[in-house]
C-alpha cells in the first residue's frame, strides 16, 4: 500500500472533519442567537410624534438599521429623513410623526444587519400601529397664595390608568394650563373617569388636590348626561386650586356645569 496516498488522504480527512468545527461559532451566529427587541406606542394618535427603540443582540460588530413606514393615507408621515442609521452598540432610536389622518395604521419594516466575523447575519420585523382620533385633556391649576410652589406633579388617570405625568411650578398668584395629548383609543364606548390628581397636594395646606369627573363617550342612553362626548377629539377641563386653609378652595364644579346651573336661575 502506498503510504504516501494514505498519509495524503488522512490529510485530507482531517480537513474536511474540522471545517464544521471551525464554522460551528459564525454559523451559530446566523441560526437565531441574531434577535432584535423593539419597542414601541401600541396605538398613536394623528400627527403624534412618537420614537421607535429597538436593541440588537450583543456580541455583534457593524450593526446597522433600515426602517421603512407606509400608510394608506401618508399625508404627515415622516421620519424627519432618518431612516437608515449605524449602530457600534446595537441600539436604535427612530423619531417618527403620524400622518394627519386617523382610522388608519402606520405600516413599519425594520431591515436589521450585523456582522459576526467575515458573517453577515439580519432580521426583518413588521409592525402596524394604528392611528386615532387625539383626545385633549386639560387640568387649570391656579396659586392663589404669595408662595411659589415647585415641583407639583399632576397626575391624569383615565378610567383607573395612570396615562400622564406633568410636572409645573407656580409662582404667587400665578395659573397655568396643563395638557395631555393621548390616542382616543383610551376612551371606553360609554362611560369614562377622569382624575386629575396633585400627587404631593398634602405638602401644601388646604389643597384641593384631586378632581374626580365622569362623562360619556359616544351616544348616550338618556338626556342624564350633561356632558357627554359625541366626537373623536375630547377636551376636557378639570379646575384645581392650590390655596392655603385661609381661602376657600375649588368646590371641583366644572365651570360649565356652573354657568348652566346660573344660566338656568336667570331663566
Known sequence: MNHKFLLATFCISLMVLSLP???????????????????????VYKTERFQLFFNESKGFSNYTATVYIAAEYAIGLSSGGNTQELSKSGFFEFNITAPD?????????????????????????????PVYEPITLNAY???TE?????????????????ISTKVISLGPGQSK?????????????GVNTLQVKIV????????????????YYGTPPN??????????????????????GKRKTATGQPKWRYNRKKNQKKS
Open 21 to 43: 468545527l471551525a464554522l460551528a461559532e459564525p454559523s451559530h451566529a446566523t441560526n437565531g442567537s441574531f434577535n432584535v427587541t423593539v419597542s414601541h406606542p401600541s396605538s
Open 146 to 162: 404669595s408662595t411659589t410652589y415647585s415641583n407639583i406633579s399632576v397626575q391624569f388617570i383615565l378610567n383607573g390608568a395612570l
Open 200 to 215: 404631593n397636594g398634602s405638602l401644601f395646606t388646604g389643597v384641593k388636590s384631586s378632581y374626580v369627573s365622569t362623562f
Open 141 to 143: 391649576i391656579s396659586n
Open 223 to 244: 338626556y342624564d348626561w350633561i356632558y357627554y362626548i359625541s366626537g373623536a377629539v375630547v377636551i376636557f377641563m378639570a379646575f384645581l386650586v392650590l390655596a392655603s
Open 177 to 189: 394650563d396643563v395638557t395631555v395629548i393621548e390616542a382616543s383609543s383610551l376612551l371606553n364606548n
Open 101 to 129: 389622518a386617523a382610522n388608519q395604521s402606520i405600516y413599519i419594516t425594520i431591515y436589521a444587519t450585523a456582522t459576526y466575523g467575515s458573517v453577515v447575519v439580519s432580521k426583518i420585523i413588521n409592525i402596524a400601529i
